[in-house]
């Protein structure tokens, strides 16, 4: 008997892909594969994007950027978020990746450590108080570096509809003037859906691409991407009141037909779905009930 299995559409990835580059058009829509591609498999998904067309991607770190190279060849742009450091300074250069520069110091190392002109970006901080340069740095950026591959930032409440999204696009068009003519990116998948203001030249669609994050208001919906599946190891029939799992946190209000499945926080299996996740049992929907356990898990397949 086959244990859990996770199926993973990369036609699906690659057709949200394309979802988003209509969307954002006349901008491009660059294909975010960071943290091995949402946990995905950043080698299949990244050859499958560059072979549908894919010519831009974005990794965290330059240790992905490098495996990420290694996986699509010489051509896409690789783009770090976190930019770069003294002990990473020899991965740009071998695998052809451009930081993210964050802060001055990081624009000081990379036109100092490189002997001939390298490209990078530049990130804003606009309102997320995350990564970026503050607006007290902003001017001094652009003596440093004035003309990045592109500037970018990030919204960060750009899932909902929120108040501080027209404040951060507003501060972003005020930012990137210190910049005229490069190239801006300031939307991930959210922001994208917020309409033609935010998309710029750039959008970085992330965990769309994968068939998660907010629902568009309008338009096309991104494909679900994966399927989890796992085996039905028992099947029991219970009284009312036969408490379920561990810590008996479910109890069965009258009798009650349970189902134990092959599946729990070992395969990755979130114990938050305890009591109040779904699975789907012969294409119907059904509650799981008590405790996730290390491999298994309990669904009420009454009726």
């Known amino acids: 008997m086959a244990g859990p299995r996770l199926k993973i559409d990369l036609d699906a990835i690659v057709a949200n892909w394309r979802m988003f580059q209509r969307r954002v058009a006349p901008a491009y829509a660059c294909a975010v594969v960071k943290a091995n591609a949402y946990g995905l498999g950043v080698d299949a998904v990244g050859k499958a994007l560059a072979k549908a067309g894919c010519i831009r991607f974005y990794v965290a770190w330059p240790s992905e950027g490098a495996a990420l190279r290694r996986a699509i060849g010489p051509t896409p742009e690789i783009m770090v978020f976190h930019g770069a450091t003294p002990d990473t300074m020899d991965l740009f250069q071998l695998y052809n990746l451009v930081p993210v520069l964050n802060h001055l110091d990081q624009i000081d190392l990379w036109l100092g450590g490189n002997s001939a002109p390298r490209p990078a970006a530049i ?71 917020l309409g033609k203001p935010y998309h710029f030249e750039e959008a970085r669609p992330g965990i769309g691409l994968y068939g998660g994050g907010p629902t568009p208001a309008e338009g096309t919906a991104p494909h679900t991407v994966i399927t989890l599946t796992a085996p039905i190891l028992q099947v029991r029939d219970i009284k009312a009141g036969t408490p379920v799992g561990y810590g008996g946190t479910w109890t069965a209000p009258a009798d009650t037909t349970l189902a134990t499945v092959g599946l729990g926080y070992a395969d990755g299996f979130l114990r938050s779905a305890s009591n109040t996740g779904m699975a789907f049992v012969g294409g119907q929907k059904r509650p799981i009930v008590g405790r996730v356990s290390m491999d298994l898990i309990i669904i009420d397949v009454t009726g």
């Open 123 to 193: 990130q804003l901080d606009v309102g997320m108080s995350r990564l970026g340069l503050s607006e007290a740095h902003w001017a001094a950026a652009a003596r440093m570096l004035p003309k990045p591959a592109r500037v970018i930032s990030h919204l960060s409440c750009g899932d909902e509809d929120s108040p501080a999204n027209a404040h951060q696009l507003a501060t972003f068009e005020r930012a990137t003037q210190h910049w005229p003519g490069v190239p801006r990116s300031l939307s991930a998948t959210g922001g994208t859906y």
